[in-house]
């Protein structure tokens, strides 16, 4: 039985994340071994193995921090004209994504629109995502960290959203998701400020279509937070 893949991080001073291993349960720690080959994709790939990796022209949408991959995986289902590449830097949700996606009793795929990095998220986007080449970006409900020190490891900056918006093509889609009120704000002044986005207004807020409902937002309406989603437009 081949090892298990590593997570691939570039050294950084300021994370958006806390690395942790987490405990992958046996069916995680399988997955990741024995899928993988088919459904993992490598940093030292590069773009040549970014462009590769479905063998076909179609779509390609772009989620960063998947969790445990459930609402991706029911996307790549639900859509199968798109491609759908997932970034995630714990190995339980990478074992996750994996076990829904490939069929281990016929060893072959059970999703074939649908790959995984393990890695940094602005590393894929720099070294492995070609400029103008998504259609969308969707990002769902990262860690707001919370406290006023910690606000500078928010994943959603300026920086990044510039990052975001050259990987879109021209009509591509950036969407953000979250349930914390001020990160809802930071948020919404980070977008308005790139000048290549334009918000599409879409239903004052309200989840679009295409993104599946989850069990963290359903927890988190209960205990009354609001879910904000903003959806922007790549115009330029």
Do not use: C
């Not at 720690?29 to 773009?47: A, C, I, Q, T, Y």
């Not at 060893?107 to 074939?112: D, E, F, I, M, V």
């Amino acid at each position: 039985m081949s090892s298990l893949p590593n997570l691939q991080i570039r050294q950084k001073s300021i994370r958006s994340f806390a690395v942790r291993t987490g405990r992958l349960t046996a069916g995680q720690e399988k997955s990741l071994k024995l899928g993988w080959p088919n459904v993992g994709l490598d940093l030292e790939g590069g773009r040549a193995e970014f462009e590769s990796a479905f063998e076909r022209v179609a779509p390609r949408v772009l989620e960063i921090g998947y969790g445990m991959g459930h609402s991706l995986l029911e996307m790549a289902e639900a859509e199968p004209d798109k491609d759908f590449v997932g970034v995630e830097v714990h190995s339980p949700g990478v074992g996750s994504l994996i076990q829904g996606a490939f069929d281990f009793e016929k060893g072959a795929p059970r999703l074939n629109n649908i790959k995984t990095y393990m890695a940094d998220a602005v590393d894929v986007l720099n070294e492995a995502i070609p400029p103008n080449s998504l259609a969308r970006i969707q990002i769902y409900f990262p860690d707001p960290w919370h406290k006023k020190k910690h606000h500078k490891r928010r994943l959603v900056q300026p920086a990044l959203v510039k990052l975001l918006s050259s990987r879109l093509e021209i009509g591509g889609l950036l969407h953000l998701a979250t349930d914390w009120e001020p990160y809802a704000e930071h948020m919404l002044e980070v977008l308005s400020a790139e000048s290549s986005l334009k918000n599409s207004n879409r239903d004052a807020g309200s989840r679009p279509e295409w993104r599946p409902g989850t069990k963290f937002e359903k927890r988190g309406e209960g205990l009354g937070h609001k879910v904000q989603d903003f959806v922007f437009v790549r115009q330029s």
